[in-house]
């Protein structure tokens, strides 16, 4: 069974430039989420799907920032205009857990390698 | 703000050495998990701790939850080089949604 694919594995963009990340999740896994981690900092949530529903983004840091999940399958992450502090590594995971506020929260999240993007 | 405070931030030891690696918080976790991180790639779950006091064995990895389940442990007993790598813990934020992770323990184990 393929695992969670995201691309591209790194970027090298201008500032003022336009990226787009995409994830593929696991088949059949109806929750995806992206998570960043600055250098320097701890991976942070940024929001979370529940197919093609955005279940949760708070952890979005401004308006720059666009996810979309159509049909419910791959993710893309886009990031306009990209700014120096946009940098890091955007990693996508996904989960086939039902999305309920409980003990079990998120239950086990599968994550791709991530996406590294550096911003010049 | 929930937060999870990871100690040590850097560990170096040689094999067949035992360690333990803390993750704190002054906030009440309902869960919390590890996951360890090799380079170029994602985070992978090692275990999942629920219950206040619980104690959980992964071959010579063992975790503890705290009992007030604000804190927990990773022990490795006799480590290998093959453990090398960034361990994460992790735990689920209040809403239930989302983790909120540490910023790692990143472990070199040489032979």
């Known amino acids: 069974e393929a695992g969670v694919t995201q691309f591209p594995s790194h970027s090298v963009i201008e500032k003022g430039q336009t990226v787009t990340l995409r994830c593929d999740p696991i088949?059949?896994?109806?929750?995806l989420y992206w998570y960043r981690r600055v250098m320097g900092k701890e991976i942070k949530f940024l929001l979370h799907f529940v197919k093609e529903s955005k279940q949760d983004e708070s952890g979005m840091p401004n308006n720059r920032f666009l996810a979309e999940r159509t049909g419910g399958t791959y993710s893309t992450l886009k990031v306009q205009p990209a700014e120096l502090e946009d940098s890091g590594v955007y990693f996508c995971a996904s989960s086939q857990a039902p999305t309920y506020t409980g003990v079990y929260g998120p239950g086990e999240l599968f994550f791709g390698e991530g996406s590294r993007l550096t911003v010049l | 703000t929930q937060l999870l405070e990871q100690s040590p931030q850097f560990l170096s030891i040689q094999e067949g050495e035992n360690l333990t690696v803390y993750c704190n918080s002054s906030?009440?976790?309902?869960?919390l998990q590890w996951y360890r991180q090799e380079p170029g790639e994602g985070p992978v779950l090692l275990v999942t701790?629920?219950?206040?006091?619980e104690v959980k064995k992964l071959k010579r990895l063992t975790f503890q939850f705290g009992d007030a389940r604000k804190d927990s442990s990773l022990h490795i007993t006799a480590a290998q080089p093959g453990d090398t790598g960034l361990y994460l813990c992790?735990?689920?934020?209040?809403?239930?949604?989302?983790?909120?992770f540490g910023k790692g323990t990143t472990l070199s184990v040489s032979s």
């Open positions: 701790v629920v219950t206040g006091g």
């Open positions: 906030s009440v976790f309902s869960s």
């Open positions: 088949s059949g896994h109806d929750n």
């Open positions: 992790a735990g689920v934020n209040q809403a239930g949604t989302a983790l909120i």
